[in-house]
């Protein structure tokens, strides 16, 4: 951060320092470009302004917004999780289960939480005590999560769930939905943990520079472990609030979401290398693919096209992220 | 520390326990199938893990460098797509044959640029493009497939030479050139020390970024290969043709030794990988254990080889 507060002096010399200091955010320029996008939307797409459209704008991207939280928090460790598209469909199904014999709201959402919970320590436990890399350790249960949904359920898919179980997706509170102030809370909540706790603060460490956080003491693997058990907690909140959207469960839930939600937290200006991002960062970039799936209905681009515009913006958000550290590196300091 | 004997025993112990855990497969299914055992099973079986060797040759190398490549699979729905699309408006079929050619080694030049000019982490390029290929293919396709090829281009994928499937012979050929490209050539040395350490090799005059360049480009070659093999034996171009193939490509080398960490990992380990991830597909798919299981075997396969892995590599040490 302080390399980063360096950069710029002499071209905003002269701005406010509050106004630098808000540039300097890791989520300032998917903000600008959200907002940019957005105007445009206004003049070219019919019905973007709509308040209906523009609440289920955010409301569409609320299961990935909740997982993104929880998988910024370990590409901020320095980690990736790329399991996270099975994994919500297993606590799906577990929610989805639970709810269909039991009924109501909490017995499922702990179901949903439990799953999520051990699938995300095995992930955790395999990468800091198995020292697998995370990537083949995520794209491993990735698959055996899938195969395991399939196992399970032998292809049977949910449908009946009473509606007390599906709370969390129906409802809305003085005209706002409940998912959407689910996403407030829990980004208010993340942030929060994430910038005055102990562990929050390890976070950047570890991501930032491992062996130094080490050499100062403290426990990387404890640190990396937490950050994927959130991945899990988030997870099952996200299949409760994902079952009471959909009102049933599929066997292919939450597929191809784990792109969706890398694609969320490095374009939102989460460093893939680590140690550099907010939770505010993964929302916007949440918010901007939902944006831009919205837009591009609104604009009659036909669906197929939808896995290349993501692509794209992948790419287009790590290659700015790639310039912006040699930049960095260039400037005398 | 030790003598350089030791190390040398050890390492002839990895490729022996995954030939007794091949042995022990053979045993299993051929007890599960009374089908299984035999050597027309045996050359059809290998007529489905050629695509996935091919790619996995490639693989391999960039494996060593410490790199990956995720999007071999949307890459091989690309090739598809670009070659049965082009073909059906109206291209000759040699022409689109190229041309799918062409699209498999802009694709991996593609992969590269991010990797070599912007320093990116090949995880995250090849998870970008894994989506705009895969994307690529399904808007240009319109979801869409195509089937009705000329006779002759059965030949790529259906030929048999007496009981031997042609693919069978590319394969071998293949093999052969790439091992002898890393185990016999100055070029497999840089594989090697680029992999081991990247900035020590930059520092000692080898060329990282135009090795690293022809690695993408060359698997993006293998990928093209091995879509219009797939291309010809299922007789359709279709935009979801290879998907997973990462998955069966990364576990084989993975089995086969190649350390995900770069520096180690040799052509005969991942053909070993291959073959035994061939031999567990066909024989539960002859056992009848439904494709769902198999995800889910291949998925733990995956973790499990991995961590084995480097249990023999800290035994080694």
């Known amino acids: ?333 | 520390m030790i003598s350089a004997a030791v190390p040398r025993r050890l390492k002839l112990s990895r490729e022996l326990v995954l030939l007794a855990i091949l042995v022990a497969l053979v045993i299993a299914l051929s007890l599960m199938s009374p089908v299984f055992l035999t050597i027309s099973n045996f050359l059809n079986t290998s007529r489905f893990f050629v695509e996935i060797g091919l790619v996995a040759l490639g693989m391999t190398l960039i494996i060593i460098t410490g790199g990956i490549d995720l999007s071999v699979g949307a890459g091989l729905g690309l090739v598809s797509v670009a070659l049965g699309f082009t073909f059906k408006a109206g291209l000759p079929l040699p022409l689109a044959l190229f041309l799918g050619v062409g699209v498999g080694l802009a694709g991996g030049y593609f992969n590269s640029l991010f990797i070599t000019k912007l320093d990116l982490h090949p995880l995250v390029v090849t998870l970008g493009t894994l989506a705009l290929y895969r994307g690529l293919a399904l808007g240009l396709s319109r979801a869409d497939a195509v089937s009705n090829f000329p006779g002759w281009f059965a030949y790529f994928g259906q030929f048999y030479l007496g009981a031997v499937p042609g693919q069978l012979i590319v394969f071998i050929v293949a093999v052969a050139i790439v091992w002898v490209l890393l185990a016999r050539t100055r070029y497999g040395r840089y594989v090697y020390a680029i992999g081991n350490n990247e900035q020590a090799a930059h520092f000692s005059g080898v060329p990282v970024a135009r090795v690293k360049t022809a690695l993408y480009v060359g698997t993006g070659l293998l990928v093209a290969l091995a879509a219009i093999i797939y291309t010809s034996r299922v007789s359709t171009a279709r935009a979801d043709s290879g998907t997973g193939l990462e998955l069966d490509v990364i576990s084989a080398v993975v089995l086969g030794g190649a350390s995900i960490y770069g520096g180690s990992g040799t052509i005969a380990g991942t053909v070993l990988g291959v073959v035994i991830i061939a031999t567990l597909r066909n024989g539960l798919t002859l056992a009848a254990v439904a494709t769902t299981y198999q995800v889910l075997i291949l998925g733990l396969l995956l973790i499990v080889a991995v961590f084995l892995n480097e249990f023999f590599r800290k035994t080694e040490e």
Do not use: H
């Open chain 1, 1 to 333: 951060m302080s390399k980063a507060a360096a950069m710029p002096r002499s071209e905003t010399g002269r701005m406010p320092a509050g106004v630098r200091t808000l540039l300097l955010r890791p989520e300032a320029p998917a903000l600008i470009f959200l907002v940019l996008l957005a105007i445009v939307l206004a003049f070219s797409a019919e019905g973007f302004l709509d308040p209906a459209n523009l609440e289920d704008n955010i409301a569409r991207v609320v299961v990935l917004g909740v997982i993104a939280l929880g998988v910024n928090q370990v590409v901020l460790s320095g980690e990736i999780d790329i399991s996270v598209g099975s994994m919500l469909g297993l606590c799906a199904f577990a929610v989805g289960a639970v709810g269909e014999s039991q009924g109501g709201l909490i017995l499922p959402l702990l179901a949903g939480i439990g799953t999520g919970v051990v699938a995300g320590s095995v992930n955790g436990a395999l990468v800091t005590l198995g020292r697998i890399p995370s990537i083949i350790v995520t794209l491993g249960m990735l698959y055996a999560l899938r195969g395991m949904i399939l196992v399970i359920t032998g292809g049977r898919w949910i449908t009946n769930i009473p509606s007390d179980t599906r709370a969390l997706g129906l409802q809305s509170v003085a005209g706002v939905s409940v998912p959407v102030i689910i996403l407030v809370v829990l980004l208010v909540v993340v942030e929060l943990i994430s910038r005055n706790s102990t562990w929050g603060r390890n976070v950047f460490a570890v991501g930032g520079n491992r062996r130094a956080a080490r050499f100062a003491g403290l426990s990387a693997g404890r640190t990396r472990f937490l950050a994927f058990v959130l991945v899990g907690v988030l997870t099952g909140i996200a299949a409760a609030i994902y079952v009471g959207r959909a009102g049933g469960v599929q066997t292919n839930a939450g597929q191809g979401l784990e792109l969706q939600v890398v694609a969320a937290v490095v374009v939102g200006g989460t460093s893939i290398s680590g140690g550099r991002g907010s939770s505010v960062a993964a929302i916007t970039g949440a918010v901007l693919i939902g944006v831009i799936l919205n837009g591009l209905v609104l604009l009659d681009v036909p669906a197929e096209w939808q896995s290349a515009m993501l692509g794209a913006l992948i790419l287009l958000a790590i290659s700015t992220d790639a310039l912006r550290r040699r930049l960095l590196r260039e400037q005398p300091s």
